[in-house]
Nanobody
């Protein structure tokens, strides 16, 4: 069983930056593909970024490419999302998610992830 807890959300002006963290419990973190998703009011949850076990492979949604960076520290069981040049349309609840252990693919669909955090609110004002 994996438990995930996000932190680092908040209110920021357009053009600003935030760094989200997701702390994971369990012994399989270093063998799990991790992802960040977000959900804006009235919209479906959407993929933002994903990272492989070692961190050597990352994948981003087109809407955040060049502005967001996903990374992980397996020694600390933590995955991060550095968000720069934030826009009002980035406003959403951001969720951390983990794929079942020993799966290699970074998937962009929510059904590919078995474990989810409670989410952290990010609000970008114009």
């Amino acid at each position: 069983q994996v438990q995930l807890a996000e932190s680092g959300g908040g209110l920021v002006q357009a053009g600003g930056s935030l760094r989200l963290s997701c702390a994971a419990s369990g012994r399989t973190f270093s063998s799990s593909v991790m992802g960040w998703f977000r959900q804006a009011p009235g919209k479906e949850r959407e993929f933002v970024a994903g990272i492989s076990w070692s961190g050597g492979i990352t994948y981003y949604a087109d809407s955040v490419k060049g502005r967001f960076t996903i990374s992980r520290d397996n020694a600390r069981n933590t995955v991060y999302l550095q968000m720069n040049s934030l826009k009002p349309e980035d406003t959403a609840v951001y969720y951390c998610a983990a794929r079942p252990p020993y799966q290699h693919s970074i998937l962009v669909v929510t059904t590919g992830y078995d474990y989810w955090g409670q989410g952290t609110q990010v609000t970008v004002s114009s």
